[in-house]
């Protein structure tokens, strides 16, 4: 069976984030950079209830053939998790979860997706620093794709490599580590940096 997200939006969100460190949970996907606008970074709409706080929506391309995961190695000088590995991903504009998934994909690796061939197999709902907007990071398998992984956007990723998501290399972006685990083992939801 084949799930289908649809999202709606009282404002877009930046596709980059602020910036983070590689030691700390972080939040951006392969695209990290600039600053989010004032609606992403927690003032709501005008017309939002009383307490409502946006959250930013990632998206994240979880591709495996024969037990291997495709991440990229982020550029040393990135602004967010240099140095780390983590999977394909990037932050949703005016558009759907799927169709970013899709666009994105092809903007860092040149793989083309069908928006309408993903499924989603993971959501991480996290807050890396009590200032930062919560984040919602929603991971989907893609079980057909065209083309091999290029360096379409070397600035920002220096490497695309297959790993067993037995054996994931160091450093590993914290929640892409924790949403695939979360993928192998069949959990469907991850919580992380909430206070309890």
């Not at 994240?60 to 967010?80: I, K, N, T």
């Not at 620093?129 to 220096?158: M, N, S, T, Y």
């Not at 972006?173 to 083992?185: H, L, S």
Request: with cysteine.
């Amino acid at each position: 069976m084949r799930a289908r997200i649809l999202f709606g939006h009282g404002s877009a969100s930046s596709r980059h984030l602020p910036s983070h460190g590689a030691a700390g949970r972080g939040v951006g996907g392969m695209t990290g950079g600039g600053e989010a606008p004032a609606a992403a970074a927690g003032t709501a709409p005008a017309n939002a209830p009383s307490g409502t706080v946006p959250n930013v929506v990632g998206v994240h391309l979880y591709l495996e053939q024969e037990g291997r995961v495709l991440m990229g190695l982020r550029h040393p000088d990135s602004a967010y998790a240099g140095g780390s590995w983590h999977v394909p991903a990037g932050h949703c504009e005016a558009e759907a979860a799927t169709a970013c998934l899709a666009r994105e994909a092809h903007e860092e690796t040149g793989l083309v997706i069908d928006p309408a061939d993903v499924e989603p197999v993971h959501t991480v709902h996290m807050v890396d620093r009590p200032d930062d907007p919560p984040r919602i990071q929603l991971f989907f398998r893609a079980h057909h794709w065209e083309g091999a992984p290029k360096h379409r956007e070397p600035d920002k990723c220096v490497a695309w490599q297959w790993w067993s998501a037995e054996d994931l290399p160091e450093p590993t972006v914290p929640y892409a580590r924790e949403a695939i685990e979360g993928i192998r083992t069949g959990r469907a939801y991850t919580e992380l940096g909430w206070g309890r």
